[in-house]
């Protein structure tokens, strides 16, 4: 007998399995395997290993079990949840994965497949199967006779960095969503400073130095020579940032976070404190996070203190519990407040707009980004946002680093209304 494991545990036997000669499932699973790791999901040989392993003792007889056994094996996270079900989709389920992914790549380029826009983590399911090797699928696509080739002249269109100033968070590639971070690291936010009644000393002042003038006559025997002036001392207000970190919200949240930690740490932005929290079915503090100088550490440890990432959302229960909890801490100086959420909540519409009026009549300003007001159709049907929109002083986008630059230039700004007096006057119409 061989000598026991250590601590009287029994180590994990793997029951060897009946590979064929030509094992295509296989290697199909490993190539799916590496486009998952190309698209960002932690993958290692180990998994593989357990992914083929766990395929053949739960079979596949259906889709769904199959598509949960490496569901299973494959995503340790909730973020991973999109660009696994993207990948699988294209990879296992569309019998065109590739004319699909060519389409979603090469988006000026139209006819391959329908007129539509990427969904959530479909384009960086595409690049990720384009990079890797090609896999071994049956063909049942339609032999299709070779067409006329055709030569794009790209020589007017917009620079990369152009097009990415523009393009949607959520349809951003992996690269993209790297150069977008890195781009928005640059992005600064100014603000004008709040004229306060206590001054400081001016030779232009139009005030008179009453004190300075007195203390300069008394040590001059009491004769006045010179009068001493003054001018408002400048006040810098606070920002805080109410960012929604739900599920139709998280790619936005992630990288507007990216945004928020760089104000957070600019040196002479004009801001006197940054704070900020997350809010899906509770209400988080990761103001102490964000001061990290390293962005990966910042995030990540604000990660694990937010522990409702991509779940569900309860807008007027988190605004109550920071009215109740926070308010008077953080927005006593004049603070400006960014809401970052799409506003669509199900809870009582008449107590969200109430935690909302207190919001307001606590800052200096409230400013609402929300993603969805990037389409032209945009209506305020949903309760949330009904209830939520009469209660800001600006309403503005919040889908791309060309939205982000607006706010910067908006929001010093107190006539600033972005979209809001358009979509109000939708409520009268």
């Given at each position: 007998?061989g000598?026991?494991?250590?601590?009287?545990?029994?180590?994990?036997?793997?029951?060897?399995?009946?590979?064929p000669?030509?094992?295509?499932?296989?290697?199909?699973?490993?190539?799916?395997?590496?486009?998952?790791?190309?698209?960002?999901?932690?993958i290692?040989?180990g998994?593989?290993?357990?992914?083929?392993?766990?395929?053949?003792?739960?079979?596949?007889?259906?889709?769904?079990?199959?598509?949960w056994?490496?569901?299973?094996?494959?995503v340790?996270?909730?973020?991973?949840?999109?660009?696994?079900?993207?990948?699988f989709?294209?990879?296992?389920?569309?019998?065109?994965?590739?004319?699909?992914?060519?389409?979603?790549?090469?988006?000026?380029?139209?006819?391959?497949?329908?007129?539509?826009?990427?969904?959530?983590?479909?384009?960086?399911?595409?690049?990720?199967?384009?990079?890797?090797?090609?896999?071994?699928?049956?063909?049942?696509?339609?032999?299709?006779?070779?067409?006329?080739?055709?030569?794009?002249?790209?020589?007017?269109?917009?620079?990369?960095?152009?097009?990415?100033r523009?393009?949607?968070?959520?349809?951003?590639?992996?690269d993209?969503v790297?150069?977008?971070?890195?781009?928005?690291a640059?992005?600064?936010?100014?603000?004008?400073?709040?004229?306060?009644?206590?001054?400081?000393?001016?030779?232009?002042?139009?005030?008179?130095?009453?004190?300075?003038?007195?203390?300069?006559?008394?040590?001059?025997?009491?004769?006045?020579?010179?009068?001493?002036?003054?001018?408002?001392?400048?006040r810098?207000?606070?920002?805080?940032?109410?960012?929604?970190?739900?599920?139709?919200?998280?790619?936005?949240?992630?990288?507007?976070?990216?945004?928020?930690?760089?104000?957070?740490?600019?040196?002479?932005?004009?801001?006197?404190?940054?704070?900020?929290?997350?809010?899906g079915?509770?209400?988080?503090?990761?103001?102490?996070?964000?001061?990290?100088?390293?962005?990966?550490?910042?995030?990540?440890?604000?990660?694990?203190?937010?522990?409702?990432?991509?779940?569900?959302?309860?807008?007027?229960?988190?605004?109550?519990?920071?009215?109740?909890?926070?308010?008077?801490?953080?927005m006593?100086?004049?603070?400006?407040?960014?809401?970052?959420?799409?506003?669509?909540?199900?809870?009582?519409?008449?107590?969200?707009?109430?935690?909302?009026?207190?919001?307001?009549?606590?800052?200096?300003?409230l400013?609402?980004?929300?993603?969805?007001?990037?389409?032209?159709?945009?209506?305020?049907?949903?309760?949330?946002?009904?209830?939520?929109?009469?209660?800001?002083?600006?309403?503005?986008a919040?889908?791309?680093?060309?939205?982000?630059?607006?706010?910067?230039?908006?929001?010093?700004?107190?006539?600033?209304?972005?979209?809001?007096?358009?979509?109000?006057?939708?409520?009268?119409?």
């Open positions: 007998m000598a026991e494991p250590p601590c009287g545990r029994l180590m994990p036997e793997y029951i060897p399995l009946e590979i000669e030509a094992p295509k499932l296989a290697q199909n699973i490993a190539h799916f395997a590496r486009a998952l790791r190309k698209a960002g999901l932690p290692g040989p998994r593989v290993i357990d992914a083929v392993r766990a395929v053949e003792a739960a079979g596949f007889t259906e889709k769904r079990d199959f598509y056994t490496l569901h299973a094996c494959f340790s996270r909730p973020e991973h949840r999109a660009v696994f079900a993207q990948v989709r294209l990879y296992w389920r569309d019998p065109r994965y590739l004319e699909h992914m060519m389409a979603m790549m090469l988006p000026a380029i139209r006819g391959v497949q329908e007129e539509r826009s990427a969904r959530a983590a479909e384009k960086r399911a595409a690049e990720a199967l384009l990079d890797g090797a090609q896999p071994d699928l049956p063909d049942t696509r339609d032999r299709e006779a070779e067409g006329t080739e055709i030569e794009v002249d790209a020589t007017l269109t917009m620079s990369a960095e152009e097009r990415l523009t393009l949607d968070f959520e349809q951003m590639s992996t993209e790297a150069r977008a971070k890195r781009m928005l640059r992005l600064e936010l100014p603000v004008k400073p709040i004229p306060s009644r206590r001054g400081q000393a001016s030779a232009q002042g139009r005030r008179i130095d009453r004190a300075r003038t007195l203390r300069a006559a008394m040590r001059q025997g009491g004769d006045m020579h010179t009068i001493a002036r003054q001018r408002p001392r400048p810098w207000p606070n920002l805080v940032v109410l960012c929604d970190i739900s599920g139709s919200m998280s790619q936005y949240s992630r990288i507007i976070l990216h945004f928020l930690h760089s104000v957070s740490n600019a040196r002479g932005a004009g801001w006197a404190r940054v704070h900020a929290f997350t809010f079915t509770r209400l988080t503090n990761i103001t102490r996070h964000l001061r990290q100088r390293d962005v990966d550490a910042a995030l990540a440890a604000a990660g694990s203190e937010a522990q409702d990432w991509e779940g569900g959302t309860r807008i007027g229960a988190c605004l109550h519990a920071f009215n109740r909890d926070w308010s008077r801490r953080v006593g100086q004049g603070a400006v407040v960014l809401l970052i959420t799409d506003g669509l909540d199900r809870d009582d519409p008449a107590r969200l707009a109430h935690e909302m009026q207190r919001l307001q009549l606590s800052a200096r300003r400013i609402w980004l929300n993603p969805l007001l990037r389409w032209d159709g945009f209506a305020p049907r949903a309760r949330g946002i009904a209830a939520m929109l009469p209660h800001v002083d600006s309403f503005r919040g889908h791309s680093i060309a939205a982000l630059e607006d706010l910067a230039d908006a929001i010093s700004r107190p006539d600033d209304l972005g979209e809001k007096a358009r979509l109000m006057a939708q409520f009268t119409a």
